[in-house]
Nanobody, 119 residues
Framework: QVQLVESGGGLVQAGDSLRLSCVAS????????IGWFRQAPGKEREFVASISWSGTTTDYVDSVKGRFTVSRDNAKNMVSLQMNSLRPEDTAVYYCAAQRVGIGTYAYWGQGTQVTVSS
Protein backbone atom coordinates (compact mmCIF):
# COMPACT_ATOMS: atom_id res chain seq x y z
CA GLN A 1 0.00 0.00 0.00
CA VAL A 2 1.09 3.54 -0.73
CA GLN A 3 -0.33 6.50 1.12
CA LEU A 4 0.10 9.92 -0.43
CA VAL A 5 -0.45 13.26 1.27
CA GLU A 6 -0.48 16.52 -0.65
CA SER A 7 0.09 19.96 0.83
CA GLY A 8 0.87 23.49 -0.22
CA GLY A 9 -2.36 24.57 -1.84
CA GLY A 10 -3.95 27.93 -1.20
CA LEU A 11 -5.48 31.10 -2.56
CA VAL A 12 -3.20 33.28 -4.67
CA GLN A 13 -3.47 35.98 -7.28
CA ALA A 14 -2.76 35.56 -10.97
CA GLY A 15 0.96 35.66 -11.60
CA ASP A 16 1.87 34.32 -8.18
CA SER A 17 3.62 31.05 -7.39
CA LEU A 18 2.84 28.03 -5.25
CA ARG A 19 4.78 24.90 -4.44
CA LEU A 20 2.84 21.70 -3.87
CA SER A 21 4.34 18.74 -2.07
CA CYS A 22 3.40 15.09 -2.09
CA VAL A 23 4.82 12.83 0.59
CA ALA A 24 4.55 9.06 0.29
CA SER A 25 4.52 6.50 3.05
CA UNK A 26 6.15 3.57 1.33
CA UNK A 27 9.55 1.93 1.75
CA UNK A 28 10.24 1.62 -1.97
CA UNK A 29 9.36 5.14 -3.10
CA UNK A 30 11.96 5.01 -5.85
CA UNK A 31 9.96 2.18 -7.45
CA UNK A 32 7.13 4.54 -8.31
CA UNK A 33 6.50 7.07 -11.01
CA ILE A 34 4.56 9.99 -9.58
CA GLY A 35 1.97 12.01 -11.42
CA TRP A 36 0.13 15.23 -10.67
CA PHE A 37 -3.44 15.62 -11.77
CA ARG A 38 -6.05 18.30 -11.26
CA GLN A 39 -9.80 18.58 -11.36
CA ALA A 40 -11.66 21.85 -11.70
CA PRO A 41 -15.34 22.17 -10.77
CA GLY A 42 -17.55 20.66 -13.44
CA LYS A 43 -14.60 19.31 -15.39
CA GLU A 44 -12.93 15.94 -15.73
CA ARG A 45 -9.68 15.22 -13.98
CA GLU A 46 -6.70 16.01 -16.19
CA PHE A 47 -3.05 15.07 -16.21
CA VAL A 48 -0.70 17.88 -15.25
CA ALA A 49 2.80 16.46 -14.88
CA SER A 50 4.74 13.32 -14.09
CA ILE A 51 8.21 12.32 -13.03
CA SER A 52 9.93 8.99 -13.43
CA TRP A 53 11.21 6.92 -10.53
CA SER A 54 14.72 8.29 -11.01
CA GLY A 55 13.66 11.86 -11.65
CA THR A 56 15.39 11.91 -15.01
CA THR A 57 12.23 11.96 -17.11
CA THR A 58 9.40 14.46 -16.74
CA ASP A 59 6.29 15.15 -18.73
CA TYR A 60 3.83 18.05 -18.71
CA VAL A 61 0.52 18.97 -20.22
CA ASP A 62 1.01 21.70 -22.80
CA SER A 63 -0.89 24.30 -20.79
CA VAL A 64 1.67 24.26 -17.95
CA LYS A 65 4.91 23.80 -19.87
CA GLY A 66 7.37 26.53 -18.99
CA ARG A 67 5.41 27.46 -15.85
CA PHE A 68 5.33 24.28 -13.74
CA THR A 69 8.28 22.14 -12.70
CA VAL A 70 8.04 18.70 -11.10
CA SER A 71 10.90 17.31 -9.03
CA ARG A 72 11.49 14.56 -6.50
CA ASP A 73 13.67 13.71 -3.55
CA ASN A 74 13.67 9.95 -3.08
CA ALA A 75 15.54 10.25 0.20
CA LYS A 76 12.57 12.18 1.60
CA ASN A 77 9.83 10.23 -0.22
CA MET A 78 8.70 13.54 -1.67
CA VAL A 79 7.65 14.96 -5.00
CA SER A 80 7.15 18.68 -5.51
CA LEU A 81 5.29 20.69 -8.11
CA GLN A 82 6.56 24.25 -8.45
CA MET A 83 3.88 26.36 -10.07
CA ASN A 84 4.83 29.79 -11.38
CA SER A 85 2.90 32.43 -13.28
CA LEU A 86 -0.37 30.97 -12.06
CA ARG A 87 -3.52 31.71 -14.01
CA PRO A 88 -7.18 31.60 -12.98
CA GLU A 89 -7.61 28.56 -15.21
CA ASP A 90 -5.14 26.69 -12.98
CA THR A 91 -7.76 26.73 -10.23
CA ALA A 92 -8.51 23.13 -9.27
CA VAL A 93 -8.00 20.42 -6.70
CA TYR A 94 -4.54 18.98 -7.30
CA TYR A 95 -3.82 15.32 -6.67
CA CYS A 96 -0.65 13.31 -6.69
CA ALA A 97 -0.74 9.67 -7.71
CA ALA A 98 1.71 6.79 -7.73
CA GLN A 99 2.30 4.26 -10.46
CA ARG A 100 4.58 1.35 -9.72
CA VAL A 101 7.28 0.88 -12.34
CA GLY A 102 6.13 -1.74 -14.84
CA ILE A 103 2.46 -1.27 -13.98
CA GLY A 104 0.63 1.01 -16.36
CA THR A 105 -1.87 2.63 -14.05
CA TYR A 106 -1.86 5.10 -11.18
CA ALA A 107 -3.19 2.89 -8.43
CA TYR A 108 -2.64 5.15 -5.45
CA TRP A 109 -4.00 8.66 -4.96
CA GLY A 110 -3.77 11.39 -2.39
CA GLN A 111 -6.71 13.29 -0.99
CA GLY A 112 -5.97 16.44 -2.97
CA THR A 113 -5.12 20.04 -2.17
CA GLN A 114 -7.08 23.06 -3.37
CA VAL A 115 -5.40 25.69 -5.50
CA THR A 116 -7.40 28.84 -6.21
CA VAL A 117 -6.04 31.58 -8.44
CA SER A 118 -7.90 34.87 -8.46
CA SER A 119 -7.75 37.29 -11.37
Amino acid sequence: QVQLVESGGGLVQAGDSLRLSCVASVRTFSSYQIGWFRQAPGKEREFVASISWSGTTTDYVDSVKGRFTVSRDNAKNMVSLQMNSLRPEDTAVYYCAAQRVGIGTYAYWGQGTQVTVSS
